[in-house]
Nanobody, 116 residues
Framework: QVQLVESGGGLVQVGGSLRLSCAAS????????MAWYRQAPGKQRGLVAR???????NYADSVKGRFTISRDNAKNTVYLQMNSLKPEDTAVYYC??????????WGQGTQVTVSS
């Protein structure tokens, strides 16, 4: 059974940091690119950061220089380090496993709230 379980969300003040984790199981983690998406109330879900199987990364312009995606294939886990958080980073954050350019699997999401 495929599972992606996010953790690490919560309430943080402006300028603070959070580290999200996504533990994967039920599929060959190293064979997939992994990504973090987010969805704020009333907005569409959008890509935050993506890491390919070989470690290449790309980020949404709004988070470049503040967020860092990483993965540990030995632990089947992908991380999102979020620094210098802003109120506009408030959203539900989802991790996704991507293969052939499409998201095959999704986690249930974790809420991040940045208070000003």
């Amino acid at each position: 059974q495929v599972q992606l379980v996010e953790s690490g969300g919560g309430l943080v003040q402006v300028g603070g940091s959070l580290r999200l984790s996504c533990a994967a199981s039920g599929f060959t983690f190293s064979s997939y690119a992994m990504a973090w998406y987010r969805q704020a109330p009333g907005k569409q879900r959008g890509l935050v950061a993506r890491m390919g199987r070989g470690g290449s990364t790309n980020y949404a312009d709004s988070v470049k220089g503040r967020f860092t995606i990483s993965r540990d294939n030995a632990k089947n886990t992908v991380y999102l380090q979020m620094n210098s958080l802003k109120p506009e980073d408030t959203a539900v954050y989802y991790c996704s496993a991507i293969r052939a350019g499409a998201s095959d699997y999704w986690g249930q999401g974790t809420q991040v709230t940045v208070s000003s």
